[in-house]
């Protein structure tokens, strides 16, 4: 069995990669290739990878790149590709480009391809907007407040529809932000909540742009890539192919405190509070927590709590 | 002000533009010029129209075409270009290029050009689907269960971003089925229900592939033309763009009777019961009723019942 994974040199893509190739075996059979797409090849290094790991460079919208890497033998594939919200608000072609056409065209080479594969997608808690319930849940309304969550929304309609139709077997992973997400910065409005935890523990001051009672939604980086991995093999016993994924619920205030408990004060006190009403205005429309029964009754996994997404990452930087 | 009307050869498409150059404005400016967008000129005869008719032929998901028509001078925008459901259904490649990538295109078109015009958008009551509440009303999730609904569902979200952003000021009216609908029956999972009193009437038998009991709700062209003229003028007064038009709630059981009532049993009697599955699956995730209490509220002009439906369709045919 081949499975391709698009946005697989992003820093989730290329986890999901590694893991795959790690684990050998996907839905109870041995995995032929990995094919990766993007602008670049991954960095992926996983001993024996050898021939198992087919870079595939090039853009997600363009239909004939899709028509070449998705074809009879795609068992599996993880949509992962996408422009992030910041950047998707303000370059608005872009964003419209890979999150709608890519997505679109992503699929009809599926249906074209014709062996029906697994489409798992990762979506988002910007899907939700407007008035919401004290509780959402799986059956709340998607109504979103940004052009990224107007565009994962339109990616999981695709979807349904594709499934619905026996194109695909889609199950829209809706993620927690990530944190603490290694590496750079990136454009998502939700990359200070990793930045406000990485950057002081390694000395750089960084920006809060929201008040501290802002509760956020949150997962670590193992358990986002091993619930990705685990969209492939769960079963949603239902035609609803979205879900939201568990995570842990804290405020901005309490992350910043247990910063100051695990590294000192002088460390958190590298966290400066500047609110920008742009990053403001879009995270306050995303639930602060979502009801995860349906996603742990199928089998995703749960991060513990705030301090364990802490220790973790704390464990990873050596220190 | 130009207006730009896409779909405009289609049945509504043309009255729409008669009505816009019989008016000569709308929201109080002198209409300047109507630019049709469809595959043919439409075939439309009003004294006087002259150089005020620009017809552009050619395809809705041509984004030099739509770059062409419309302009810093457009200052409405119908959209009713659209593969209907019944195609939509079968031909997936057709509607998604259309009815997704048609819509996306059109509103780049205005985004690009810069003039924020009002966009009045024909969606439709196939964007419901699964389990709905007793009342459907203008908050009711979307949840379309045909790939049409998916496709009108997408239209309104990017309907919705567009606005948000101040690219457009958009309009999703959600038609009712017009009954009766003049012409040839078409592709549209809902021809039948003009097909089993337009054909009856001309002599000619019509098949039913629902069962008498099916509620149904149904517009006359009379107001659904004025209807979506009007969805050009009308404040909806909040950020939720999209709105259930009115209609009259009739099974079509009692359509049949009151045909039978007005024009002879003879006539009803070419009606054959004939149920198909494949349209009766569509039909029945509609709505039978919506909440119109916003429509009216906001302006919106509903029929009295469908024995004025047939009224206004004898009248028309001269009987």
């Known amino acids: 069995m081949d499975i391709v994974v698009t946005g697989a040199a992003g820093f989730l893509g290329a986890e999901v990669v590694a893991a795959l190739l790690r684990r050998g075996e996907l839905r109870g059979q041995e995995i032929s290739r990995v094919v990766t797409v993007d602008r670049v090849a991954p960095a992926v290094e996983v001993d024996g ?119 695909v077997d889609g199950r829209a992973l809706r993620l927690p932000t990530i944190c603490v997400r290694p590496g750079a910065p990136n454009r998502a409005a939700s990359s200070f909540l990793s930045g406000i935890i990485r950057e002081p523990l390694a000395g750089v001051p960084a920006v809060c742009p929201v008040p501290p009672e802002t509760q956020v939604w949150l997962a670590s980086p193992e358990s986002a890539v091993a619930n990705l991995v685990a969209g492939a093999e769960v079963d949603l016993g239902s035609d609803r192919r979205g879900v939201n994924l568990p995570g842990v619920s804290v405020s901005v205030g309490e992350m910043v405190q247990a910063l100051a408990e695990a590294a000192g004060p002088e460390v958190a006190e590298l966290v400066r509070w500047e609110p920008d009403p742009a990053v403001d205005a879009i995270v306050r429309t995303w639930p602060a927590r979502t009801d995860i029964s349906r996603a742990v009754a199928a089998g995703f996994r749960a991060d513990a709590g705030f301090g364990d997404l802490l220790a973790a990452h704390l464990r990873r930087i050596g220190r």
Chains 1, 2 share one sequence.
């Open 49 to 167: 990878a050898g021939p198992r790991l087919v870079p595939a460079v090039g853009d997600i919208a363009d239909p004939d790149l899709l028509d070449a890497v998705v074809d009879q033998d795609t068992g599996v594939v993880f949509h992962l590709a996408a422009v992030v919200s910041g950047q998707a608000e303000v370059d608005h072609e872009l964003g419209a480009r890979v999150n709608v056409d890519g997505t679109r065209r992503l699929l009809e080479a599926c249906r074209r391809a014709g062996s029906t594969p697994v489409v798992v997608f990762a979506s988002s808690l910007a899907v939700y907007g407007g008035e919401l319930p004290p509780v959402v849940d799986d059956v709340t309304p998607l109504w979103p407040s940004s052009t990224y969550g107007t565009q994962k929304a339109i990616g999981e309609l695709l979807l349904a529809d594709h499934t619905r139709k026996g194109f």
